[in-house]
């Protein structure tokens, strides 16, 4: 199964760089970041999503996750949002809309399989 995870995230101007930087890297083990102007954008292959895979099993909230990604994906692309405080402290929070001011973790995956990817990150 072919996958690439883009995960992208805004960095306000209350927010510390390394803080938002850590956020992310406590959900993804990413292959390329990039900061932008206002915004932090990291790249990964399947890999990248182990950690959050993990989390969804040890946190018994891989029915949630299905049907989140299941509404989100379309086309060979899945998309979710995490929220960025929960992030920051470990939690794989997904969230159906903004809930924070601080904005949230934007996810997408482009696979050439979407049911074997949810199946992937779900299976019981």
């Known amino acids: 199964m072919k996958c690439k995870m883009t ?3 805004c960095v306000n101007p209350t927010e510390d760089l390394d803080k938002v930087i850590t956020a992310i890297s406590n959900i993804f083990k990413y ?5 932008e102007d206002s915004y932090i954008i990291v790249t990964g292959e399947i890999d990248s999503l182990i950690q959050l895979k993990d989390s969804l099993k040890e946190r018994k909230i891989r029915d949630t996750a299905e049907r989140m990604f ?4 379309s086309n060979g ?5 995490l929220s960025k405080q929960a992030a920051f402290v470990s939690v794989p929070n997904i969230v159906d809309r903004e809930l924070s001011a601080l904005g949230e973790i934007d ?6 399989n979407e049911l074997a990817f949810i199946e992937w990150m779900t299976k019981k």
Request: glycine share 4%; charged share 25%; proline share 0%.
């Open 7 to 9: 995960a992208k995230t």
């Open 31 to 35: 292959d390329n970041l990039i900061i």
């Open 70 to 73: 299941i509404k989100g994906a």
């Open 77 to 81: 692309i899945i998309k979710f949002s």
């Open 107 to 112: 996810v997408t995956i482009e696979t050439d």
